[in-house]
């Protein structure tokens, strides 16, 4: 089954209970400043979960377009490395904005699943967790669906604080929350990986499909948490992992759609096609994600969104660079992608030229310092370092265009530890040189804050230091 059949499958399943098909948002939320990127299928449902807006549906299901790659949801760092982890994806969710509750939402993923009309995976895959105290969802599992109880994990309060579980959804310090129940796929005993729950369960071999959220609860400012009057739900499937179970693969990254974005990075890098090559991995997501921002309308720039989204460009050429690609080649994997994706999201194919020259104009721009960025760091590891110091991680940043997260992925790879605090300190001192600088100016200058004074060169670098701090998970 391909990759769009089941996108389609899971829409037209949902539609025929009753749900209204709406297309996804935008990867650039609209509603909300506070957030980054879309990171989940719910972010255009936002307002309507919180009643300030109403709609002519209470059932709705989405293939929403989603960026994992700063703020809260972080999965840059994941990507080359797990099985399961992509910057950007397609989440298929199912919403009831006070419609059904736990048992209809728990029936429809179950018969999706496992119906043979639908997907049709045997029972015995499938694993499932709810939340630590969640006796409702427990029993819905057990007795209705008839889940063994061994394969039925509580979740409990996992973070050091009452409902800070992976497995309790909270849309902010107040507001709507409750808990969940999630699906998971066991790949087998030849995968490294134990059960939700357990100490080896970040491994590959239970991978998270789907996501139930039950929005039960208004917590008020004291913490008390108030039963809503009308209880919703919020549902999301990634949908690569579950292509991967469907097309008898393990990892994302082997489904149809990857494996054409694959041998397209190998043809523009000049590499021998291979599966396994982490590189063509990491620079087939990257494309995905580039274009799906820019698509929808932010350019590289040194900070927010733009910054992020530079990051991912220059940790692409960087991998080509490192399969030995020295020219420019990222823009061209662009009609690749809008040959594989252009039918679902027809944004790929009107925006393909900005796309492409957006991203050509940043391998340009980076092709400029990468050679002499890279040179300086082979030199400052030579003699077999174990740690690349705060200075020249610095200096590469400033000098050579080097987001400090591309430095620390070279040195992972390398076994070498970035010192990343020493790195913030450089970063500090940067910014108090920035200061007098522009505090000098303002007693020469009325018009300081123009944007040709030093003190933007600060506003970007406070910038930088707020995506570190989220790369950091601060
Ligand atoms: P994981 O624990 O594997 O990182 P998650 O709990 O962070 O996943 P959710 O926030 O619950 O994920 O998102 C709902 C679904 O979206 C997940 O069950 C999974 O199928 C999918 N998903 C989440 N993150 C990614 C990603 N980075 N790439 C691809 N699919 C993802
Ligand atoms: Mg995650
Ligand atoms: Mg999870
Ligand atoms: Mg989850």
Same mark, same amino acid.
């Given at each position: 089954?391909?990759?769009?059949?089941?996108?389609?499958?899971?829409? /037209?399943?949902?539609?025929?209970?009753?749900?209204?098909?709406?297309?996804?948002?935008?990867?650039?939320?609209?509603?909300?400043?506070?957030?980054?990127?879309?990171?989940?299928?719910?972010?255009?449902?936002?307002?309507?979960?919180?009643?300030?807006?109403?709609?002519?549906?209470?059932?709705?299901?989405?293939?929403?377009?989603?960026?994992?790659?700063?703020?809260?949801?972080? #999965?840059?760092?994941?990507?080359? %490395?797990?099985?399961?982890?992509?910057?950007?994806?397609?989440?298929?969710?199912?919403?009831?904005?006070?419609? @059904?509750?736990?048992? #209809?939402?728990?029936? @429809?993923?179950?018969?999706?699943?496992?119906?043979?009309?639908?997907? !049709?995976?045997?029972?015995?895959?499938?694993?499932?967790?709810? %939340?630590?105290?969640?006796?409702?969802? %427990?029993?819905?599992?057990?007795?209705?669906?008839?889940?063994?109880?061994?394969?039925?994990?509580?979740?409990?309060?996992?973070?050091?604080?009452?409902?800070?579980?992976?497995?309790?959804?909270?849309?902010?310090?107040?507001?709507?929350?409750?808990?969940?129940?999630?699906?998971? @796929?066991?790949?087998?005993?030849?995968?490294?990986?134990?059960?939700?729950?357990?100490?080896?369960? /970040?491994?590959?071999?239970?991978?998270?499909?789907?996501?139930?959220?039950?929005?039960?609860?208004?917590?008020?400012?004291?913490?008390?948490?108030?039963?809503?009057?009308?209880?919703?739900?919020?549902?999301?499937?990634?949908?690569?992992?579950?292509?991967?179970?469907?097309?008898? !693969?393990?990892?994302? %990254?082997?489904?149809?759609?990857?494996?054409?974005?694959?041998?397209?990075?190998?043809?523009?890098?000049?590499?021998?096609?291979?599966?396994?090559?982490?590189?063509?991995?990491?620079?087939?997501?990257?494309?995905?994600?580039?274009?799906?921002?820019?698509?929808?309308?932010?350019?590289?720039?040194?900070?927010?969104?733009? @910054?992020?989204?530079?990051?991912?460009?220059?940790?692409?050429?960087?991998?080509?660079?490192?399969?030995?690609?020295?020219?420019?080649?990222?823009?061209?994997?662009?009609?690749?992608? =809008?040959?594989?994706?252009?039918?679902?999201?027809?944004?790929?194919?009107?925006?393909?030229?900005?796309?492409?020259?957006?991203?050509?104009?940043?391998?340009?721009?980076?092709?400029?310092?990468?050679?002499? !960025?890279?040179?300086?760091?082979?030199? =400052?590891?030579?003699?077999?370092? /174990?740690?690349?110091?705060?200075?020249?991680?610095?200096?590469?940043?400033?000098?050579?265009?080097?987001?400090? #997260?591309?430095?620390? #992925?070279?040195?992972?790879?390398?076994?070498?530890?970035?010192?990343?605090?020493?790195?913030?300190?450089?970063?500090?001192?940067?910014?108090?040189?920035?200061?007098?600088?522009?505090?000098?100016?303002?007693?020469?200058?009325?018009?300081?804050?123009?944007?040709?004074?030093?003190?933007?060169?600060?506003?970007?670098?406070?910038?930088?230091?707020?995506?570190?701090?989220?790369?950091?998970?601060?």
């Amino acid at each position: 089954m391909k990759t769009s059949d089941i996108r389609q499958k899971f829409l /037209d399943f949902f539609a025929s209970k009753g749900h209204q098909v709406v297309t996804s948002s935008p990867v650039v939320p609209g509603n909300d400043p506070t957030l980054l990127f879309t990171n989940a299928g719910m972010n255009q449902f936002k307002d309507v979960f919180l009643g300030f807006d109403k709609r002519p549906y209470t059932r709705a299901t989405t293939a929403q377009k989603v960026v994992r790659a700063g703020g809260k949801h972080n #999965d840059l760092e994941n990507v080359g %490395y797990t099985a399961r982890h992509h910057t950007f994806f397609e989440m298929l969710g199912n919403f009831s904005f006070g419609d @059904y509750f736990k048992r #209809d939402a728990i029936h @429809y993923a179950w018969e999706f699943l496992t119906n043979p009309a639908w997907l !049709g995976l045997p029972r015995e895959k499938l694993m499932v967790t709810v %939340y630590a105290t969640d006796d409702e969802a %427990y029993a819905i599992w057990a007795d209705e669906i008839g889940v063994p109880a061994g394969r039925i994990v509580r979740i409990g309060d996992n973070k050091g604080a009452p409902y800070a579980s992976d497995n309790f959804w909270t849309m902010g310090d107040t507001g709507p929350c409750g808990p969940c129940t999630e699906i998971f @796929y066991d790949h087998g005993d030849h995968i490294w990986g134990g059960p939700p729950g357990s100490a080896e369960e /970040d491994g590959d071999r239970f991978i998270e499909i789907w996501n139930c959220v039950f929005m039960q609860f208004n917590r008020d400012e004291a913490g008390t948490m108030h039963p809503l009057p009308k209880p919703s739900v919020d549902t999301g499937m990634g949908l690569e992992r579950i292509s991967a179970i469907m097309q008898n !693969g393990h990892s994302n %990254y082997d489904i149809d759609l990857f494996q054409s974005l694959i041998r397209a990075a190998a043809r523009e890098t000049g590499t021998p096609f291979g599966m396994d090559v982490p590189s063509l991995k990491v620079i087939a997501d990257h494309i995905r994600a580039c274009s799906f921002i820019i698509a929808d309308g932010v350019l590289p720039s040194n900070d927010g969104r733009g @910054y992020v989204l530079r990051r991912i460009i220059r940790r692409a050429i960087r991998h080509g660079y490192k399969l030995g690609q020295k020219g420019l080649f990222f823009h061209r994997l662009v009609a690749d992608l =809008a040959r594989e994706m252009g039918d679902a999201y027809p944004e790929l194919r009107t925006r393909q030229g900005d796309i492409e020259d957006a991203l050509r104009q940043e391998e340009v721009r980076f092709a400029e310092t990468l050679e002499h !960025g890279m040179a300086l760091l082979e030199s =400052a590891l030579e003699g077999g370092r /174990d740690r690349l110091d705060g200075a020249t991680l610095f200096k590469l940043y400033d000098t050579f265009g080097f987001p400090v #997260d591309l430095t620390a #992925d070279i040195c992972r790879e390398r076994n070498i530890e970035a010192d990343i605090e020493g790195f913030e300190r450089e970063m500090d001192l940067q910014r108090e040189r920035a200061r007098a600088a522009s505090s000098f100016k303002m007693t020469g200058n009325v018009d300081y804050n123009g944007p040709e004074t030093r003190f933007r060169g600060y506003e970007t670098h406070s910038t930088d230091a707020r995506v570190l701090a989220l790369y950091k998970g601060t």
